[in-house]
């Protein structure tokens, strides 16, 4: 599992899209880009997280700013979700926990007594180089997309 810290190279990837195109971070070299991993898509703070971030999508565009959301769901799903919640943001598939594991962000989870692996709601500032500038772990969804867009602001200018 990875213990990456502010500083560190973002573990570069190649992942697929809602459309089953492939997209690799290299891509958005010269941007700043908002990487977060949540755990399902359609289930409420879920939704809410994507449905935020794409309301706010102008303004982190206007800030030279990409997000990408990663889940371990289907493109097949992300697409549904996308349609379902008129997404625009970028939507990556990791079913097999590749990129999860190499952020660190699938891990041991409990609930109802239960013990499972799942992801950790997390999201990762790049800057334009490729390093992470900050990252937020075990995220609250209300109030996140706003935090985030606040730092991008104090610290891309």
């Known amino acids: 599992m990875a213990d990456l810290k ?56 206007s800030l030279n700013t990409v997000i990408v959301g990663i889940s371990p769901d289907s493109c097949e799903s992300h697409r549904k979700f996308a349609e379902k919640h008129s997404l625009s943001i970028l939507l990556l ?19 109802f007594g239960n013990s499972f692996l799942g992801v950790e709601r997390s999201t990762f500032l790049i800057d334009p180089e490729g390093k992470i500038r900050n990252i937020w772990r075990k995220v609250r969804v209300k109030g996140h997309a706003e935090a985030v867009l606040e730092k991008v602001k104090l610290i891309s200018g």
Request: charged share 35%; proline share 7%.
């Open 6 to 61: 502010d500083g560190d190279n973002a573990p570069e990837f190649c992942l697929k899209d809602m459309k089953e195109m492939e997209v690799c971070l290299p891509v958005f070299k010269g941007k700043w880009v908002v990487l977060y991993f949540y755990p399902k898509d359609n289930t409420p703070g879920c939704s809410m997280e994507a449905e935020t971030f794409t309301a706010m999508e102008d303004e982190f565009r």
């Open 93 to 111: 598939s990791d079913p097999g926990h590749e990129v999860l594991e190499k952020y660190g962000v699938w891990k041991q989870k409990k609930m």
